[in-house]
């Protein structure tokens, strides 16, 4: 089974990105033939996809008639990364880790890290493709409005900085809202900042929010009503120094807001209540712990390190009141002041 399950992600992989998925949304029984003419795809390679996500349950598979379906409870999983539910968008994820196995392993043997820049590209289309589902769910109806009057501060006009910001989905959605707030995104790897320029662009909020290049420790903002870190404080090499930093480029009353992903404060309980352990810690061991193993300090804190293990990142940078502000099936929300 386990085998099957990383032959499946590979397939899911080229579902999505020839559209496969896409089609049989919504489409109702068809024949591999009436696929691939619907795609502009070969017939045969159709025939040979259809089968194998029929073996495991994607699809149905009609023989008297010869026709496959995606279910509607799998298409909103699978077809469109504007679902709510959409999952798809992980698959690239999966691809991209079998393809640094070699670099890995090497790492085992010498205990060095990987930078985040020299893992696969399709990392990190993955990345914010499968969070961006997350964030646009939870973000503006959850998370902001737990933390007291931030939605009002944010409304009067804030400034924001945003660490470790990646392609920049979160501030994009934040920029949307909140167009008297002004907004900043930092990250160290210029390829996604590039990105995230353009989808400010694209979704016109780029008078409001700018991407720059720079690192956790070394962004000039003093005086900042709100910093938040998106499911990336434990990929830094020194998150406690990055945390202080944070505190003092912070207002006196400002908030810093920490986005992570769920996790119990041991193994076990981890292990038996967090549904994406076995992906969260296959992309910890690839990325995040490699990630902070390849910067000073290397403390690696690893995509599970729980409430108690972040809180104490937190305390021990300066900040006085943290607790837990939101939670849901994939991250917790961490509320910080002074």
Same mark, same amino acid.
Request: charged share 20%; glycine share 8%; with cysteine.
């Given at each position: 089974?386990?085998?099957?399950?990383?032959?499946?992600?590979?397939?899911?992989?080229?579902?999505?990105?020839?559209?496969?998925?896409?089609?049989?949304? @919504?489409? /109702?029984?068809?024949? $591999?033939?009436? *696929?691939?003419a619907s795609t502009g795809? #070969?017939? %045969?390679? =159709?025939?040979?996809?259809?089968?194998?996500?029929?073996?495991?349950?994607?699809?149905?598979?009609?023989?008297?008639?010869?026709?496959?379906?995606?279910?509607?409870?799998?298409?909103?999983?699978?077809?469109?990364?504007?679902?709510?539910?959409?999952?798809?968008?992980?698959?690239?994820?999966?691809?991209?880790?079998?393809?640094?196995?070699?670099?890995?392993?090497?790492?085992?043997?010498?205990?060095?890290?990987?930078?985040?820049?020299?893992?696969?590209?399709?990392?990190?289309?993955?990345?914010?493709?499968?969070?961006?589902?997350?964030?646009?769910?939870?973000?503006?109806?959850?998370?902001?409005?737990?933390?007291?009057?931030?939605?009002?501060?944010?409304?009067?006009?804030?400034?924001?900085?945003?660490? @470790?910001? /990646?392609?920049?989905? $979160?501030?994009? *959605?934040?920029?949307?809202?909140?167009? #008297?707030? %002004?907004? =900043?995104?930092?990250?160290?790897?210029?390829?996604?900042?590039?990105?995230?320029?353009?989808?400010?662009?694209?979704?016109?909020?780029?008078?409001?929010?700018?991407?720059?290049?720079?690192?956790?420790?070394?962004?000039?903002?003093?005086?900042?009503?709100?910093?938040?870190?998106?499911?990336?404080?434990?990929?830094?090499?020194?998150?406690?120094?990055?945390?202080?930093?944070?505190?003092?480029?912070?207002?006196?009353?400002?908030?810093?807001?920490?986005v992570e992903p769920l996790?119990?404060?041991?193994?076990?309980?981890?292990?038996a209540t967090v549904p994406?352990?076995?992906?969260?810690?296959?992309?910890?061991?690839?990325?995040?712990?490699?990630?902070?193993?390849?910067?000073?300090?290397?403390?690696?804190? @690893?995509?599970?390190?729980?409430?108690?293990?972040?809180?104490?990142?937190?305390?021990?940078?300066?900040?006085?009141? =943290?607790?837990?502000?939101?939670?849901?099936?994939?991250?917790?929300?961490?509320?910080?002041?002074?």
């Amino acid at each position: 089974m386990m085998l099957a399950g990383g032959a499946t992600a590979a397939m899911m992989a080229v579902g999505d990105r020839v559209g496969l998925y896409a089609a049989l949304a @919504g489409s /109702g029984p068809v024949t $591999p033939a009436e *696929l691939a003419a619907s795609t502009g795809t #070969a017939e %045969r390679y =159709v025939r040979e996809w259809l089968a194998q996500q029929a073996s495991v349950g994607i699809l149905l598979h009609d023989p008297d008639a010869g026709t496959f379906t995606l279910p509607a409870e799998h298409a909103a999983v699978l077809a469109s990364d504007d679902s709510p539910a959409a999952m798809i968008g992980a698959a690239p994820l999966i691809s991209g880790l079998h393809r640094r196995t070699e670099r890995l392993s090497e790492a085992f043997r010498t205990g060095h890290g990987i930078p985040w820049s020299e893992q696969d590209p399709a990392i990190f289309e993955a990345i914010e493709r499968f969070f961006r589902v997350g964030y646009r769910n939870s973000l503006l109806s959850e998370w902001v409005p737990a933390v007291e009057g931030l939605s009002q501060r944010l409304e009067a006009g804030a400034t924001v900085v945003d660490v @470790g910001c /990646g392609r920049g989905a $979160p501030l994009v *959605l934040l920029a949307q809202a909140f167009p #008297a707030s %002004r907004f =900043v995104g930092y990250d160290a790897h210029e390829p996604s900042v590039e990105v995230a320029r353009r989808r400010a662009q694209e979704h016109g909020v780029s008078d409001r929010v700018r991407f720059e290049v720079d690192d956790a420790q070394s962004y000039p903002d003093r005086e900042v009503d709100l910093i938040t870190y998106f499911d990336t404080l434990h990929d830094l090499g020194d998150p406690v120094g990055a945390a202080a930093h944070a505190r003092r480029a912070l207002a006196a009353d400002g908030r810093l807001l920490l986005v992570e992903p769920l996790a119990a404060d041991d193994l076990s309980t981890t292990l038996a209540t967090v549904p994406m352990a076995p992906v969260s810690f296959a992309a910890s061991t690839f990325l995040c712990t490699a990630n902070s193993l390849s910067q000073p300090v290397g403390l690696a804190l @690893g995509s599970q390190a729980g409430e108690r293990k972040l809180t104490q990142v937190l305390t021990e940078a300066g900040f006085g009141t =943290v607790r837990r502000a939101a939670e849901n099936d994939f991250n917790m929300v961490l509320e910080a002041r002074a």
